[in-house]
């Protein structure tokens, strides 16, 4: 994992800090919705899927594995 990298550093930073991210970006989504700021939303939730990739990825969960899950509920 490169120095430099920006998720190289969250993996090396572990679990919890991963995981705080993805509540500040969660949080910050909210504060945006409510002041009603679209691009702010846009911005602050491209944060948010970028951080739940990143913790998706430490947990060895996959897109397909959270697909089927979203499959299985439609049924």
Avoid: C, W
């Amino acid at each position: 994992m490169p120095k430099d990298s920006y998720v190289a550093t969250l993996f090396r930073l572990g679990e919890d800090r991963i995981i705080q991210k993805v509540g500040e970006e969660a949080t910050e989504v909210v504060i945006a919705a409510k002041n009603k700021n679209k691009q702010r939303i846009i911005s602050e939730t491209a944060d948010l899927l970028f951080h739940l990739l990143v913790l998706l990825s430490f947990k060895n969960i996959t897109l397909t594995n959270i697909e089927k899950e979203l499959e299985r509920r439609n049924k």
